[in-house]
Protein backbone atom coordinates (compact mmCIF):
# COMPACT_ATOMS: atom_id res chain seq x y z
CA UNK A 1 0.00 0.00 0.00
CA UNK A 2 3.04 2.59 0.72
CA UNK A 3 4.56 1.75 -2.50
CA UNK A 4 1.29 2.46 -4.30
CA UNK A 5 0.71 6.10 -2.41
CA UNK A 6 4.52 7.18 -3.10
CA UNK A 7 3.65 5.93 -6.94
CA UNK A 8 0.66 7.83 -6.76
CA UNK A 9 2.13 10.97 -5.38
CA UNK A 10 5.11 10.26 -7.65
CA UNK A 11 3.26 11.21 -10.55
CA UNK A 12 0.98 13.86 -9.32
CA UNK A 13 4.02 15.82 -8.67
CA UNK A 14 5.57 15.29 -11.93
CA UNK A 15 1.96 15.96 -13.70
CA UNK A 16 2.27 19.32 -11.51
CA UNK A 17 5.55 19.48 -12.43
CA UNK A 18 5.90 19.81 -15.81
CA UNK A 19 2.67 21.21 -16.62
CA UNK A 20 3.43 24.41 -14.14
CA UNK A 21 6.48 24.95 -17.03
CA UNK A 22 3.94 26.30 -19.63
CA UNK A 23 3.44 29.72 -20.05
CA UNK A 24 -0.04 30.24 -18.80
CA UNK A 25 -1.34 33.58 -21.29
CA UNK A 26 0.86 33.17 -24.41
CA UNK A 27 3.07 30.91 -25.43
CA UNK A 28 4.39 30.98 -29.52
CA UNK A 29 6.64 28.89 -31.23
CA UNK A 30 6.39 30.52 -34.69
CA UNK A 31 6.20 27.18 -36.52
CA UNK A 32 3.59 27.86 -39.27
CA UNK A 33 4.75 29.69 -42.18
CA UNK A 34 1.34 31.50 -41.89
CA UNK A 35 -0.28 31.40 -38.66
CA UNK A 36 0.69 32.17 -35.61
CA UNK A 37 -0.93 29.55 -32.68
CA UNK A 38 -1.26 30.15 -29.06
CA UNK A 39 0.00 26.94 -27.21
CA UNK A 40 -0.53 28.23 -23.28
CA UNK A 41 -2.14 26.41 -20.68
CA UNK A 42 -4.94 29.15 -20.43
CA UNK A 43 -4.76 30.61 -24.20
CA UNK A 44 -5.51 34.50 -24.15
CA UNK A 45 -6.24 36.89 -26.75
CA UNK A 46 -6.62 36.06 -30.23
CA UNK A 47 -5.54 32.52 -31.07
CA UNK A 48 -4.45 32.03 -34.70
CA UNK A 49 -2.79 35.13 -35.52
CA UNK A 50 -2.03 35.61 -39.48
CA UNK A 51 1.69 36.40 -39.91
CA UNK A 52 1.45 40.82 -41.58
CA UNK A 53 3.24 41.17 -44.80
CA UNK A 54 6.18 43.11 -42.94
CA UNK A 55 7.37 39.86 -40.94
CA UNK A 56 7.59 36.08 -41.81
CA UNK A 57 8.83 33.00 -40.53
CA UNK A 58 12.49 32.08 -40.86
CA UNK A 59 13.98 28.84 -40.98
CA UNK A 60 16.53 30.05 -38.04
CA UNK A 61 15.57 29.55 -34.56
CA UNK A 62 15.13 28.29 -31.06
CA UNK A 63 16.72 24.51 -30.62
CA UNK A 64 16.76 24.58 -34.95
CA UNK A 65 13.43 25.67 -35.27
CA UNK A 66 11.80 28.16 -37.35
CA UNK A 67 10.91 31.83 -35.71
CA UNK A 68 9.55 34.91 -36.35
CA UNK A 69 11.88 37.58 -38.38
CA UNK A 70 11.57 40.95 -40.27
CA UNK A 71 12.42 43.69 -42.88
CA UNK A 72 14.87 46.64 -41.65
CA UNK A 73 12.52 48.67 -42.36
CA UNK A 74 9.78 51.02 -40.77
CA UNK A 75 7.29 49.22 -38.71
CA UNK A 76 3.84 48.04 -40.14
CA UNK A 77 2.68 46.66 -37.04
CA UNK A 78 3.41 43.24 -35.38
CA UNK A 79 1.83 40.35 -34.56
CA UNK A 80 -1.64 41.93 -32.77
CA UNK A 81 -2.20 39.43 -29.97
CA UNK A 82 -5.07 41.25 -28.73
CA UNK A 83 -3.66 40.47 -25.02
CA UNK A 84 -3.50 43.11 -22.56
CA UNK A 85 -1.31 42.28 -19.72
CA UNK A 86 -1.87 43.41 -15.90
CA UNK A 87 1.70 44.90 -15.34
CA UNK A 88 0.67 45.74 -11.53
CA UNK A 89 0.58 41.61 -10.82
CA UNK A 90 3.30 39.17 -10.87
CA UNK A 91 4.47 38.56 -14.58
CA UNK A 92 6.78 36.63 -16.51
CA UNK A 93 8.14 37.13 -20.36
CA UNK A 94 10.65 35.31 -22.07
CA UNK A 95 11.86 34.83 -25.85
CA UNK A 96 14.84 33.36 -27.96
CA UNK A 97 16.37 36.48 -29.52
CA UNK A 98 19.31 36.31 -31.93
CA UNK A 99 20.52 39.45 -33.66
CA UNK A 100 21.12 39.49 -37.51
CA UNK A 101 23.03 43.46 -37.23
CA UNK A 102 26.47 43.89 -36.95
CA UNK A 103 26.98 45.99 -33.65
CA UNK A 104 28.97 48.50 -35.89
CA UNK A 105 24.59 49.51 -36.81
CA UNK A 106 23.17 52.43 -35.05
CA UNK A 107 19.81 51.73 -34.74
CA UNK A 108 16.70 50.54 -32.92
CA UNK A 109 14.54 47.04 -33.40
CA UNK A 110 11.39 47.02 -31.80
CA UNK A 111 10.83 43.35 -30.53
CA UNK A 112 7.53 44.10 -28.45
CA UNK A 113 5.33 46.14 -26.26
CA UNK A 114 2.10 47.98 -26.40
CA UNK A 115 1.47 51.52 -28.04
CA UNK A 116 1.09 53.66 -24.79
CA UNK A 117 4.45 52.80 -24.54
CA UNK A 118 3.56 51.15 -20.62
CA UNK A 119 5.84 48.42 -21.47
CA UNK A 120 8.09 47.40 -24.11
CA UNK A 121 11.22 45.91 -25.31
CA UNK A 122 13.88 46.79 -27.88
CA UNK A 123 17.06 45.64 -29.59
CA UNK A 124 19.36 48.82 -29.63
CA UNK A 125 22.89 48.78 -31.48
CA UNK A 126 25.37 51.98 -30.92
CA UNK A 127 28.81 52.92 -30.92
CA UNK A 128 29.63 48.76 -31.12
CA UNK A 129 27.31 47.72 -28.26
CA UNK A 130 24.34 46.46 -28.42
CA UNK A 131 21.48 45.83 -26.11
CA UNK A 132 17.92 44.32 -25.03
CA UNK A 133 16.57 46.38 -23.26
CA UNK A 134 13.41 46.77 -21.06
CA UNK A 135 11.06 50.00 -20.38
CA UNK A 136 8.14 50.67 -18.26
CA UNK A 137 6.14 52.89 -15.86
CA UNK A 138 7.32 53.21 -12.81
CA UNK A 139 10.84 53.46 -13.49
CA UNK A 140 11.94 50.20 -15.25
CA UNK A 141 14.74 50.10 -17.29
CA UNK A 142 16.77 47.53 -17.91
CA UNK A 143 18.99 45.97 -20.47
CA UNK A 144 21.17 43.31 -20.98
CA UNK A 145 23.99 43.00 -23.27
CA UNK A 146 23.60 40.94 -26.94
CA UNK A 147 25.74 38.37 -28.24
CA UNK A 148 27.74 39.82 -31.84
CA UNK A 149 26.08 38.65 -34.70
CA UNK A 150 27.68 35.40 -35.16
CA UNK A 151 26.01 34.12 -32.01
CA UNK A 152 23.88 31.57 -31.50
CA UNK A 153 20.92 33.78 -29.65
CA UNK A 154 20.04 34.14 -26.16
CA UNK A 155 17.12 33.19 -24.19
CA UNK A 156 16.32 36.14 -22.20
CA UNK A 157 13.79 36.41 -18.83
CA UNK A 158 12.16 39.72 -17.67
CA UNK A 159 10.29 39.00 -14.12
CA UNK A 160 8.06 41.25 -12.32
CA UNK A 161 7.21 40.48 -8.77
CA UNK A 162 4.91 42.67 -7.08
CA UNK A 163 5.90 41.80 -3.55
CA UNK A 164 6.37 45.23 -2.07
CA UNK A 165 10.06 45.79 -0.40
CA UNK A 166 11.29 48.89 1.76
CA UNK A 167 13.18 49.89 -1.95
CA UNK A 168 10.56 49.00 -3.89
CA UNK A 169 7.33 49.87 -2.74
CA UNK A 170 5.67 48.70 -6.13
CA UNK A 171 7.67 45.60 -6.82
CA UNK A 172 11.09 44.29 -8.50
CA UNK A 173 11.85 43.58 -11.65
CA UNK A 174 14.90 40.69 -12.63
CA UNK A 175 16.22 40.40 -16.28
CA UNK A 176 18.19 37.17 -17.44
CA UNK A 177 20.47 36.18 -19.99
CA UNK A 178 20.12 32.17 -21.03
CA UNK A 179 19.46 31.73 -17.53
CA UNK A 180 21.40 33.62 -15.40
CA UNK A 181 20.54 37.08 -14.13
CA UNK A 182 23.18 39.70 -15.42
CA UNK A 183 21.64 43.27 -13.88
CA UNK A 184 20.12 42.35 -10.64
CA UNK A 185 16.97 43.48 -9.48
CA UNK A 186 15.43 47.26 -10.19
CA UNK A 187 13.13 48.16 -7.51
CA UNK A 188 9.96 50.04 -9.05
CA UNK A 189 8.88 53.13 -7.06
CA UNK A 190 5.84 54.53 -8.45
CA UNK A 191 2.86 52.33 -9.74
CA UNK A 192 2.79 50.22 -13.09
CA UNK A 193 -0.24 51.44 -15.59
CA UNK A 194 -2.19 49.27 -17.17
CA UNK A 195 -2.10 49.41 -21.18
CA UNK A 196 -5.32 50.13 -22.88
CA UNK A 197 -3.72 48.61 -25.97
CA UNK A 198 -2.68 44.76 -26.80
CA UNK A 199 0.69 43.77 -27.01
CA UNK A 200 2.25 43.50 -30.50
CA UNK A 201 5.18 41.21 -31.19
CA UNK A 202 7.87 41.71 -33.55
CA UNK A 203 7.33 45.01 -34.63
CA UNK A 204 5.47 48.50 -33.34
CA UNK A 205 1.93 49.09 -33.08
CA UNK A 206 0.73 51.03 -35.78
CA UNK A 207 0.02 53.93 -33.13
CA UNK A 208 3.09 53.59 -31.08
CA UNK A 209 4.19 56.48 -29.35
CA UNK A 210 8.12 57.76 -29.83
CA UNK A 211 10.03 55.20 -27.27
CA UNK A 212 13.25 56.86 -25.63
CA UNK A 213 16.35 55.06 -26.28
CA UNK A 214 20.19 55.56 -26.90
CA UNK A 215 19.93 55.48 -30.20
CA UNK A 216 16.16 56.77 -30.68
CA UNK A 217 13.60 55.02 -31.69
CA UNK A 218 11.38 56.50 -33.71
CA UNK A 219 7.61 57.30 -33.99
CA UNK A 220 8.06 53.79 -36.25
CA UNK A 221 10.73 51.91 -34.75
CA UNK A 222 12.28 49.18 -37.15
CA UNK A 223 10.90 45.41 -37.32
CA UNK A 224 13.49 43.46 -35.27
CA UNK A 225 16.47 43.18 -36.35
CA UNK A 226 17.01 39.79 -35.92
CA UNK A 227 14.70 36.32 -34.94
CA UNK A 228 12.28 36.05 -32.85
CA UNK A 229 11.31 33.03 -31.18
CA UNK A 230 9.85 30.89 -27.84
CA UNK A 231 7.92 34.10 -27.34
CA UNK A 232 6.37 32.27 -23.23
CA UNK A 233 4.12 34.79 -21.17
CA UNK A 234 3.24 33.52 -17.65
CA UNK A 235 0.68 35.17 -15.22
CA UNK A 236 3.52 34.67 -12.06
CA UNK A 237 6.87 35.79 -11.08
CA UNK A 238 8.94 32.64 -12.10
CA UNK A 239 11.93 32.07 -10.06
CA UNK A 240 15.70 31.51 -10.76
CA UNK A 241 15.38 28.04 -10.32
CA UNK A 242 12.75 27.64 -12.93
CA UNK A 243 14.33 30.04 -14.94
CA UNK A 244 17.29 28.60 -15.18
CA UNK A 245 15.32 25.03 -15.59
CA UNK A 246 13.51 25.95 -18.60
CA UNK A 247 15.25 28.56 -20.64
CA UNK A 248 16.86 25.56 -23.01
CA UNK A 249 14.05 23.71 -23.51
CA UNK A 250 10.81 23.50 -25.50
CA UNK A 251 8.28 23.60 -22.41
CA UNK A 252 5.87 21.81 -24.68
CA UNK A 253 7.28 19.04 -24.40
CA UNK A 254 6.98 19.46 -20.71
CA UNK A 255 3.73 21.05 -20.11
CA UNK A 256 1.68 18.18 -22.19
CA UNK A 257 2.08 15.33 -20.02
CA UNK A 258 1.24 12.86 -22.62
CA UNK A 259 3.34 10.26 -22.11
CA UNK A 260 4.10 8.25 -18.81
CA UNK A 261 5.86 5.18 -17.37
CA UNK A 262 3.84 2.27 -17.16
CA UNK A 263 5.70 1.13 -13.42
Request: include cysteine.
Amino acid sequence: MKNRLFLVFGIMTFWSTCYAQVPEYLYYQFDDSTVVFNFASNPQGNQNIPVPSNLFIDTVGFQASNSLSGNTGPAAGGINSNFYPDYSKDFTVSFWYQNTMPLTTETCFYLFGDSAADFHCVATINNGTGFVTVYGRGGLSLNIALLPVASLGSMFHIVYDATPTLVGPYGSYTMYSNGFSLVGTLPITSPPFNNSSGLSIGSAPISTNAITTSPSCSEFAEDMGGNLDEFRWYDRALTAAEVGNTFLTDVTALGACTSYTNF
